[in-house]
């Protein structure tokens, strides 16, 4: 296939492997599963499930990504190692359309100091990479780390010799996000230019936002000629992210004069995909994010708003509907019965195989109906995940709280908590009524754990929406995010907070690819 003759972008979502890589953001088999098939609403082309070698957790996740998924190719991550390529191989085993994608740096900085091979070894460990993954699939994709700062002639020797070993897709990584956009769309185009059989494969670009410009930098290289684009929905990544899908199929697409490219994407789905991603991750979106954020398409002057009124194009590029808002219908209210509550869950992709799984989803749900009249499908999302979360990781459980404030008065909790099964409780003042909630807490479980993070979102809108709340703890190098949420935000920070342990505590462990 002539990259130059293609007008077809391939949007490549890693939202479930370098999106997974912020601190914190890890996903459970259930919640990827739940993503991925979002992922596959919104129309991406390759959905890269995952680093097969990193863990059990990650191989039987991806594994259940690619027998899930049928329309999107399922991808995993592999090192240039025979057992990652084989771990990789098998776990996207049943999928329909499978993809592996192996990576070697080519960087002196990297090639010296980090693997301590020489540039031949790395030529041969990329060839052999391709060869072991072409036994699995014949969907191979090659990634040149830290392509960035490669000198430009390796990189045309490596790319040479992958694509004569049978890679379809080339892939230049700035793994560092040092790049501007002029010099790395000159980058892509050389490349192109100067690598022998370069029409025969699909050249892809991959952008870290260490310096804000991971859109920028992508949108060049596909300038010129790049007809893959690797990102992550909300920019979610290692360190400042990776770019982010929906602003790179929006700018494609409200800029058709310029890309003159069309992708596969839904865009009504760009915002549901947001809010998933946001919930399950604990990443909250900034309101004033491109797209996405809360603000993108509020208008607060008086001049903005009078000339919208009078004709939207005044001030407005896109439609806020085109990309997903207003898309939160109600979903269903206090009358709803379970027959609804399921084919509810069915229409959001939320397919619970465990009768104990959904009663227990049903009567939060049936709570919530009491407490807010109106259930959106967010509210929904958020109660599968609070419910998986606790069927799944239960050391430490909430059984109940009391928190109290008065005007010149000292905010005091109570909690009562279950710790292996048994009732401990505790009582605390604070700052707040949250910090005593947390104080209390703390004092029954003693982990002696580090809160870098404690953010509050509202799930819809209102004042009887649920509070969303995450909760980052760290300890002996180990980052986790604690999700909680309820129509009562000190009871949501205590369920965030209890979650964030748990994670802390279980013993999941994981390898990091780059490592
Ligand atoms: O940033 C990077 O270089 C990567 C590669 C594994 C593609 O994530
Ligand atoms: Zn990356």
């Given at each position: 296939?002539?990259?130059?003759?293609?007008?077809?972008?391939?949007?490549?979502?890693?939202?479930?492997?370098?999106?997974?890589?912020?601190?914190?953001?890890?996903?459970?088999?259930?919640?990827?599963?739940?993503?991925?098939?979002?992922?596959?609403?919104?129309?991406?082309?390759?959905?890269?499930?995952?680093?097969?070698?990193?863990?059990?957790?990650?191989?039987?996740?991806?594994?259940?990504?690619?027998?899930t998924i049928k329309h999107s190719t399922v991808c995993s991550l592999?090192?240039?190692?025979?057992?990652?390529?084989?771990?990789?191989?098998?776990?996207?085993?049943?999928?329909?359309?499978?993809?592996?994608?192996?990576?070697?740096?080519?960087?002196?900085?990297?090639?010296?100091?980090?693997?301590?091979?020489?540039?031949?070894?790395?030529?041969?460990?990329?060839?052999?990479?391709?060869?072991?993954?072409?036994?699995?699939?014949?969907?191979?994709?090659?990634?040149?780390?830290?392509a960035v700062r490669s000198e430009i002639n390796f990189l045309v020797?490596?790319?040479?010799a992958v694509i004569q070993a049978g890679a379809k897709t080339i892939?230049?990584?700035?793994?560092?996000?040092?790049?501007?956009?002029?010099?790395?769309?000159?980058?892509?185009?050389?490349?192109?230019?100067?690598?022998?059989?370069?029409?025969?494969?699909?050249?892809?670009?991959?952008?870290?936002?260490?310096?804000?410009?991971?859109?920028?930098?992508?949108?060049?290289?596909?300038?010129?000629?790049?007809?893959?684009?690797?990102?992550?929905?909300?920019?979610?990544?290692?360190?400042?992210?990776?770019?982010?899908?929906?602003?790179?199929?929006?700018?494609?697409?409200?800029?058709?004069?310029?890309?003159?490219?069309?992708?596969?994407?839904?865009?009504?789905?760009?915002?549901?995909?947001?809010?998933?991603?946001?919930?399950?991750?604990?990443?909250?979106?900034?309101?004033?994010?491109?797209?996405?954020?809360?603000?993108?398409?509020?208008?607060?002057?008086?001049?903005?708003?009078?000339?919208?009124?009078?004709?939207?194009?005044?001030?407005?590029?896109?439609?806020?509907?085109?990309?997903?808002?207003?898309?939160?219908?109600?979903?269903?209210?206090?009358?709803?019965?379970?027959?609804?509550?399921?084919?509810?869950?069915?229409?959001?992709?939320?397919?619970?195989?465990?009768?104990?799984?959904?009663?227990?989803?049903?009567?939060?749900?049936?709570?919530?109906?009491?407490?807010?009249?109106?259930?959106?499908?967010?509210?929904?999302?958020?109660?599968?995940?609070?419910?998986?979360?606790?069927?799944?990781?239960?050391?430490?459980?909430?059984?109940?709280?009391?928190?109290?404030?008065?005007?010149?008065?000292?905010?005091?909790?109570?909690?009562?908590?279950?710790?292996?099964?048994?009732?401990?409780?505790?009582?605390?003042?604070?700052?707040?009524?949250?910090?005593?909630?947390?104080?209390?807490?703390?004092?029954?479980?003693?982990?002696?754990?580090?809160?870098?993070?404690?953010?509050?979102?509202?799930?819809?809108?209102?004042?009887?929406?649920?509070?969303?709340?995450?909760?980052?703890?760290?300890?002996?190098?180990?980052?986790?995010?604690?999700?909680?949420?309820?129509?009562?935000?000190?009871?949501?920070?205590?369920?965030?907070?209890?979650?964030?342990?748990?994670?802390?505590?279980?013993?999941?462990?994981?390898?990091?690819?780059?490592?």
């Open positions: 296939m002539s990259t130059s003759l293609n007008n077809q972008l391939i949007i490549f979502d890693t939202t479930l492997r370098d999106g997974e890589q912020s601190p914190g953001a890890s996903m459970t088999k259930e919640e990827k599963v739940r993503i991925a098939r979002q992922l596959e609403k919104l129309g991406v082309n390759v959905i890269e499930a995952g680093f097969a070698a990193a863990s059990l957790g990650d191989f039987e996740a991806i594994q259940a990504v690619a027998k592999a090192r240039a190692v025979e057992n990652d390529i084989h771990r990789a191989g098998n776990a996207i085993k049943p999928a329909k359309s499978k993809r592996i994608h192996t990576f070697i740096a080519t960087s002196k900085i990297h090639m010296e100091n980090k693997l301590r091979m020489t540039e031949s070894q790395v030529l041969e460990r990329a060839v052999q990479a391709v060869k072991w993954a072409l036994e699995f699939t014949d969907d191979v994709e090659f990634s040149a780390e830290d020797e490596v790319f040479d892939n230049v990584p700035d793994t560092v996000g040092y790049s501007i956009p002029h010099s790395w769309g000159e980058r892509i185009g050389m490349l192109i230019q100067n690598v022998p059989n370069s029409g025969k494969v699909v050249w892809s670009t991959h952008c870290h936002n260490d310096l804000g410009m991971a859109v920028a930098n992508s949108l060049a290289a596909v300038i010129n000629g790049a007809r893959q684009v690797e990102c992550t929905i909300n920019g979610l990544g290692e360190r400042a992210g990776n770019a982010s899908l929906e602003e790179i199929v929006m700018a494609v697409k409200t800029r058709r004069d310029i890309f003159k490219l069309e992708t596969t994407i839904n865009t009504e789905q760009i915002v549901p995909s947001s809010k998933l991603v946001s919930t399950i991750t604990g990443y909250p979106v900034q309101p004033n994010k491109a797209i996405v954020g809360a603000n993108a398409f509020a208008h607060e002057s008086g001049i903005h708003q009078d000339g919208v009124l009078k004709h939207r194009e005044t001030y407005e590029i896109m439609k806020a509907q085109d990309v997903g808002w207003g898309a939160n219908k109600i979903s269903l209210g206090k009358l709803s019965g379970r027959n609804a509550f399921k084919s509810r869950l069915k229409d959001l992709g939320i397919e619970i195989d465990s009768d104990e799984i959904l009663n227990a989803a049903f009567d939060r749900f049936k709570n919530l109906a009491d407490k807010k009249s109106e259930i959106f499908d967010e509210d929904i999302h958020a109660l599968v995940s609070e419910e998986y979360v606790e069927v799944a990781i239960d050391r430490y459980k909430l059984n109940s709280l009391k928190a109290s404030s008065e005007s010149n008065k000292t905010p005091k909790a109570s909690v009562v908590i279950f710790v292996d099964g048994k009732s401990y409780e505790a009582t605390s003042e604070g700052g707040g009524q949250v910090d005593a909630t947390f104080k209390s807490i703390e004092s029954i479980v003693k982990s002696d754990a580090e809160l870098l993070l404690y953010s509050v979102n509202n799930i819809t809108t209102g004042t009887d929406a649920q509070g969303e709340v995450t909760v980052r703890l760290a300890k002996g190098g180990r980052v986790v995010n604690g999700q909680g949420s309820d129509t009562d935000i000190v009871i949501a920070s205590a369920k965030a907070y209890i979650n964030a342990l748990n994670k802390l505590f279980s013993k999941l462990e994981r390898a990091h690819p780059q490592v």
